[in-house]
């Protein structure tokens, strides 16, 4: 430990008989992308609910920001979590809360000033797109909007760490598409660190090809990589039976010749 | 073997949920207008039925028992009978079944359609902690709902025997009235603001809790909401017995 954002040593985790999690060890270094695949059910949503505290596990160690959280109280997560945003599989808005107050929610809670939260649930909506949707309930939302407010809602308070569950599952190409740009914008301008659960390649590929800069009149252009030339801030790790499968950055995993990975790729 | 097992991890699963609610109590956020609120859709939400089933309680008991004291020559304690059993017994464990059938099965299937929308996760990773937040305004609100909604029963309990009374039974209301008055004492005052807190209690614990533990998607709300209608109806008239015992015992009537 000591350089990685989120660290994994040999964690165990079992639902009563079910051995969900048999010995996982990973590292996202700070600012690097973790792009985390595996079937459905190996347990990629549990490995994000571990990273929050949400669950302990059976045994092993978990390090967020070089602290041992394994230990750790519901008080003391409590304040671990204000570093890490997380963005749940279908969005998990609160249903009986605006947009505005679920965005808006964090600051809330810490009963901050009216015009405080205003101006940072507009700026949050606006990262996303979706100034428009401020006053909507969140029945009235689509799943592509749904995810990009729960973005927002992970953004308030600046983590450092953002957690994504899913993402893009179930949303057409090019809604998926601008979710994968903004966590490229996230990981490129903003420096956070990240652990982005898909089982869709096409992310894969958006997040390791492409990179976001500023562009000439300060905009934010995202750029495709030149050729041969892959994102070393976006990293692999494969999940298999409660194990990792393989770890690596993009060119080990594109070039790996395990048969299972290579399905999954669609190669064969 | 077994189910006693399962049994006992509830029992401590519950008093878990409950220190966990109520420890802290002065730490913000305090969350006043999640509890006005609960006290509000779970008072007022569950009034009219109250009001409506108290009404027709209270008719019942005095047309069946009438016959009965009537034959004894005691057809003028109709309104001490009717008030008795309102203030000791149904008054009570009616309107706190009502209170189970109504926001304890509410309570478990919000709670449960949180759950398994990742709701309660969220809220849990944004730093806001669910017992505090979601757990105690409904015990707060139940505990001190139940009780005056029990009141309000009692009260219309006693205007049905009142109605029966005067139209059926040619009982003066006058007559009526002074003999039901009889029935308020000190003992019995006590004995049913007992009872409704715990009862109130009961139906919050066991509404929260199915609803936090509801895994396997809207199957599952609808199982907990269930589960939870069955198991407080079920506690409330178990523990009804053991509660009158006890207070009959400290009042000296046993
Ligand atoms: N709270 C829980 N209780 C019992 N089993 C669970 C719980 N959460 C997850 N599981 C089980 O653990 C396995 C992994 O779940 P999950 O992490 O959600 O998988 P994934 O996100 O990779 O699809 C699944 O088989 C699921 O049934
Ligand atoms: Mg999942």
């Not at chain 1, 409590?78 to 963005?87: D, N, P």
Request: hydrophobic share 45%; charged share 20%; net charge negative.
């Amino acid at each position: 430990m000591g350089e990685y954002a989120i660290e994994f040593q040999d964690v165990h985790l079992s639902f009563g008989t079910q051995k969900v999690l048999d010995g996982i060890s990973f590292g996202v270094y700070p600012g690097e992308t973790k792009i985390v695949m595996g079937g459905s059910g190996t347990g990629k949503s549990t490995v994000l609910k571990l990273v929050l505290g949400l669950l302990k596990p059976d045994s092993g160690r978990i390090f967020v920001d070089n602290e041992d959280i394994t230990d750790f109280s519901e008080s003391q997560l409590t304040v671990m979590r204000q570093k890490i945003g997380m963005v749940f599989q279908e969005g998990a808005l609160f249903d009986s809360l605006s947009v505005y107050e679920n965005v808006g929610y964090r600051l809330f809670e810490r009963g901050a000033d009216e015009e405080e939260i205003e101006e940072t649930v507009r700026r949050m909506l606006r990262f996303v797109n979706l100034e428009d949707a401020i006053n909507k309930m969140p029945a009235e939302l689509s799943g592509g909007m749904r995810r990009r407010v729960g973005i927002a809602r992970a953004l308030v308070g600046n983590p450092k760490i953002i957690l994504y569950d899913e993402p893009t599952a179930g949303l057409d190409p090019p809604t998926a598409r601008t979710i994968c740009e903004l966590a490229i914008k996230l990981r490129d301008l903003e420096g956070v660190s990240s652990l982005f659960v898909t089982h869709r390649i096409q992310d894969a590929l958006t997040l390791a090809d492409h990179h976001a800069t500023i562009g000439d009149n300060g905009e934010v252009v995202i750029v495709k990589n030149p050729r041969g030339q892959t994102e070393t801030a976006t990293t692999f790790l494969m999940l298999r039976h409660g194990k990792v499968l393989l770890e690596g950055d993009a060119d080990t995993f594109w070039n790996s010749t395990d048969p299972y990975i290579r399905t999954f790729l669609e190669l064969d | 073997m077994n189910l006693f097992l399962l049994l006992l991890v509830e029992l401590q699963e519950a008093t878990l949920l409950v220190w966990r609610a109520v420890r802290h109590p002065f730490r913000r956020p305090l969350y006043w207008r999640e509890t006005v609120v609960q006290m509000d859709t779970i008072g007022f939400g569950t009034l009219p039925i109250v009001l409506l089933a108290g009404f027709f309680i209270g008719a019942v008991l005095a047309l069946q028992t009438a016959g009965t004291l009537r034959s004894f020559g005691a057809q003028n304690y109709t309104g001490r009978l009717v008030a008795t059993s309102l203030l000791r017994e149904l008054g009570p464990v009616l309107t706190c079944i009502l209170l189970a059938g109504r926001s304890g099965s509410g309570i478990a299937a919000e709670l449960g359609a949180m759950c398994v929308s990742e709701q309660i996760d969220a809220m849990r990773a944004l730093g806001t902690d669910p017992f505090r937040k979601l757990v105690r305004p409904r015990l707060i609100a139940l505990m001190t709902m139940a009780p005056i909604l029990t009141i309000f029963a009692n009260v219309i309990g006693i205007v049905g025997g009142l109605v029966v009374a005067i139209t059926f039974l040619q009982i003066p209301s006058s007559v009526y009235l002074a003999s039901a008055r009889e029935a308020l004492n000190y003992d019995d005052l006590w004995g049913m603001f007992l009872k409704t807190g715990v009862f109130g209690l009961i139906v919050a614990i066991v509404g929260c809790r199915c609803g936090l533990r509801t895994r396997g998607g809207t199957v599952g709300v609808g199982q907990s909401t269930t589960t939870s209608v069955v198991v407080s109806i079920v506690l409330i008239l178990v523990s009804d017995f053991f509660l009158t015992r006890l207070i009959l015992t400290l009042s000296g009537t046993a």
